[in-house]
């Protein structure tokens, strides 16, 4: 168990969990094994990410508060405390309801979260960039520009920002981009546009990720 935690924090670029001296019963015990558990390691490693930044503060705080008090009026008030971010309000109780959801099945206690939701805020979402919009980035940003590098693989791939920043020579061979998705693990397939090959080359790139901090 130990390997195995030290190496899901490697993945996962977090620091390695101390052995866990929660006390049985408590919010901290809970977390603990459900890091541990079969759910957990099925999760997508940007999810476990995701998940990671919520429950660690919450740990910081209320690692030693016994299940027995933890409410769905608890759950409440922490949906609350994120209602002027829909979104966080949302990955919180995801969060809290996979949990909760694990901490049920495996007969450690009820969960909290049953029945409640967060209501989708009523939104246009972003705007859509024109032909315009596009035209005065790359004059902004010419080749040879580390935001160019960043924009052309974004746009001449439509990968996800997560499987974007990862990639790197390693994935190209042959004029050909192949990548494992982080999200499902979906392997992707992608010619190397005779554009993106050119911003590629100018560069700058890094060794492992081509969008990195050159100096």
Known sequence: PEFQEAYEAALE??????????????????????RKSESWSRLSLATRKQRENILRPILADHADTALSKITRRSISRGIDKRKDTPAQARNYLDAMRGLFRWCEESQLGRDPTA??????????????????DIARF?????????????????????????????L?????????????TEKTGTRVTLRILPELQATLDAGPTGELAYIAAVD
């Open 13 to 34: 670029q977090r620091p390695i969990q101390k052995a866990s001296k929660e006390t049985k019963g408590t919010l901290g015990w809970l977390v603990a094994l459900y």
């Open 138 to 166: 790359r004059r902004h940003w010419p080749v040879g520009t580390r935001e160019r590098v960043m924009f052309d693989i974004f746009y001449l791939t439509g990968l996800r920002r997560g499987d974007a920043a990862r």
């Open 168 to 180: 790197g020579k390693q994935h190209a061979r042959s004029g050909v981009i192949e990548i494992d």
């Open 115 to 132: 029945g409640l939701k967060v209501t989708r805020a009523e939104t246009d979402g972003f705007p859509v960039w024109t032909a315009d």
